[in-house]
Nanobody
Framework: QVQVVESGGGLVQSGGSLRLSCAASGSTSSIFAMGWHRQALGKQRELVAFINRDGETTYADSVQGRFAISRPNAKNTVLLQMSSLKSEDTAVYYC????????????WGQGTQVTVSS
């Protein structure tokens, strides 16, 4: 089992910055990837960014160049630095951790609200 806890959400003005943090605990020795999805009101959950165990990153087109995902010291924490925020970035942001044991399995956090005011 892996426990996932996010922090860092809040209210920010358009054009501002915010950093989200996610910490994983428990059976984390087999972490394969960590990342973020988001879900805006009335919309489907979508991928924001993820980073694999080799440090390779992937971003949604909508956040490319504005968001940066990192995993300090390849430990059990993943950060999402969000800059040049837009109103359309308003959503609940969910952190996830994918572990590889006998198969792949993902664990999710409870989510943290990010609201960008115009």
């Amino acid at each position: 089992q892996v426990q996932v806890v996010e922090s860092g959400g809040g209210l920010v003005q358009s054009g501002g910055s915010l950093r989200l943090s996610c910490a994983a605990s428990g059976s984390t020795s087999s972490i394969f990837a960590m990342g973020w999805h988001r879900q805006a009101l009335g919309k489907q959950r979508e991928l924001v960014a993820f980073i694999n165990r080799d440090g390779e990153t992937t971003y949604a087109d909508s956040v490319q160049g504005r968001f940066a995902i990192s995993r300090p010291n390849a430990k059990n924490t993943v950060l999402l630095q969000m800059s040049s925020l837009k109103s359309e970035d308003t959503a609940v942001y969910y952190c996830y951790v994918t572990v590889r044991e006998s198969s792949f399995r993902s664990y999710w956090g409870q989510g943290t609200q990010v609201t960008v005011s115009s």
